[in-house]
């Protein structure tokens, strides 16, 4: 297996007034464990249901009411973790984090701080072809969501909607290894990626199934690699918390509005208060939520309705066996396998679905032909109708027809692309389409010889002109391709008016 070695991006330094300054990024990632049931319930977790309609007696935290562990959203949390590289700790505990709020009725939210289930992992965050970052994953623990308080519907009154409360969420926390804005971008695409990849979550951002909590600080060059060889918090900065994004854009323009903030902030002679904030997308700025001061004291104790989680390392073996190939292999072995740049085979890869259609286009065919159609024609076609590839009005098997009867020389590159036009819209079978179609590349050599001798006869004076200069043979095998509708194979036509014309 071809080893996609990379180098390391230098970080992103902004200038102040006075100094240059560095980021530090770490992000605490929620995503929505893929599961038909909640983490303690068997309520359903559909999104879009009737508002209260998904909610078990305790969901609700009826009185008496007990949480039962769904094993399958355990399994789906080590999964995750083996997919990126993690620790995976045979003994969990759950502990109740308290506080008010009319979203979430028990008062606590079922979480694991002091013994998580999955320990420390590694993502690679791609920058560019041969550039990464490794952010370390400091942990992973399994927690339940919180129901929906809805403010806008009435002008007296509150909702809520408990579909949401008692769902598995992950809460994937990095260490603070990110160096910019489009890193951290990059890391929530490398992240959602492999979660989609394994399964375990759907990554959609829109419905808030994967949103990011963006830790940002800033310090001095030099500093970071301080903190990097003792693991010494102190020499990095004070950092702020943005809660909860869902859109890569506002990750961006959160991190660099709030680190140009501190900057001022401590060129002025101030310092930067440890808070909680909010990013505003219309206003392009972040305002604070609450302070360290105001931060909740949350009392967290060991959920006394809940044994410790423990399972087996033969369970967890089971899972490692069952696990897909993740997206850096994937990556690597189309580089290996099919002889495509790495910057295809990341076009290829981004998403699952795209991977396994272009493999079902490459079967049995010239890799990297089917990569270029894959990704012109078909990815082209479908970015500019708006499409996913579910959507695709071309099958795998139809665009691999139209390769194989490009490869039998039965059609040409020019007709192939027709030949995609009329499929895409119309429809049916690669080759009846073309049969229809009149789509039939010459290759007999007797016809196209004599179209050659015909074009050579008439014209002695360009017959002349490129024997002293080979260069305007071409003008030749224009008007044999004209001459014979565009039929005949353009590779046969040069061949035989280089050979006439004795170049
Ligand atoms: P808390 O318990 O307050 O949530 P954590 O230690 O769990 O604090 O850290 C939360 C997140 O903040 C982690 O992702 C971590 O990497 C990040 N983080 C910690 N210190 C810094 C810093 N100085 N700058 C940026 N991010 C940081
Ligand atoms: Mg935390």
Redesign the pocket.
């Known amino acids: 297996m071809l080893d996609l070695t990379f180098e390391t991006p230098k970080p992103k330094v902004i200038s102040g007034a006075k100094e240059d300054w560095e980021l530090?990024?770490?992000?605490?990632v929620h995503a929505q464990v893929s599961s038909k049931a909640k983490l303690f319930s068997g309520a359903s977790t559909e999104f879009g249901a009737e508002p209260n309609s998904n909610v078990a007696f305790v969901d609700a935290a009826m009185p008496g009411m007990l949480p039962v562990i769904n094993e399958f959203c355990v399994a789906q949390a080590v999964k995750t973790g083996l997919g990126l590289k993690a620790a995976i700790n045979l003994r969990s505990a759950f502990d109740r984090k308290n506080y008010f709020y009319p979203d979430l009725p028990q008062g606590y939210q079922i979480s694991q701080l002091y013994h998580p289930i999955v320990g420390e992992g590694e993502v690679i965050v791609d920058i560019g072809p041969g550039i990464a970052r490794r952010v370390r994953i400091?942990r992973i623990h399994l927690e339940q969501d919180a129901g929906k308080s809805i403010h806008d519907l009435d002008p007296t009154m509150s909702f809520v909607d408990l579909n949401r409360t008692g769902v598995a969420l992950m809460e994937i926390?990095?260490?603070?290894d990110i160096r910019g804005p489009e890193e951290a971008a990059a890391y929530v695409v490398k992240l959602r990626q492999i979660l989609r990849y394994l399964g375990t979550c759907d990554g959609n951002m829109q419905n808030g199934n994967l949103r990011a909590d963006v830790?940002?600080?800033v310090c001095r060059p030099g500093d970071y690699e301080k903190y990097q060889a003792t693991q010494d918090?102190s020499h990095?900065?004070?950092?702020c918390?943005i809660k909860n994004m869902n859109s890569m854009r506002f990750i961006q323009q959160a991190i660099e509005f709030e680190a140009r903030r501190q900057i001022a902030i401590i060129e002025d002679g101030g310092k930067v208060v440890q808070e909680t904030r909010l990013y505003d997308p219309d206003k392009g700025e972040t305002r604070s939520m609450r302070s360290k001061e105001e931060a909740h004291d949350y009392r967290y104790f060991p959920c006394p309705d809940l044994l410790p989680l423990e399972i087996e390392q033969d369970w967890v073996d089971g899972i490692a066996k069952s696990m897909p190939e993740l997206p850096d292999a994937k990556k690597a072995r189309f580089v290996n396998d099919y002889g495509m740049t790495e910057y295809d085979a990341n076009v290829l890869t981004a998403e699952v679905e795209n991977a396994a259609f272009f493999e079902a286009v490459a079967k049995g065919r010239d890799g990297k032909q089917a990569a270029n159609w894959v990704i012109n024609e078909l990815f082209g076609r479908l970015n500019k109708e708006g499409h996913a590839i579910a959507e695709s009005p071309i099958s795998a098997a139809q665009l691999g027809g139209v390769l194989d009867l490009m490869a039998k020389g039965e059609i040409s590159g020019k007709m192939a692309k027709d030949l995609f036009e009329i499929l895409w819209t119309e429809g049916g079978d690669p080759a009846e389409v073309a049969a229809k179609h009149g789509m039939k590349q010459v290759t007999d050599t007797g016809a196209i010889e004599a179209a050659v001798d015909e074009v050579i006869a008439a014209n002695p004076a360009q017959v002349e002109k490129a024997r002293a200069n080979p260069k305007l043979a071409g003008w030749f095998v224009g008007q044999v391709l004209k001459a014979t509708g565009g039929k005949a194979n353009p590779a046969t036509v040069n061949e035989l008016v280089a050979k006439k014309l004795g170049l």
């Open positions: 530090v990024i770490g992000l605490e400091e926390v990095s260490r603070p830790n940002v600080s918090f990095l900065g004070t950092r918390e």
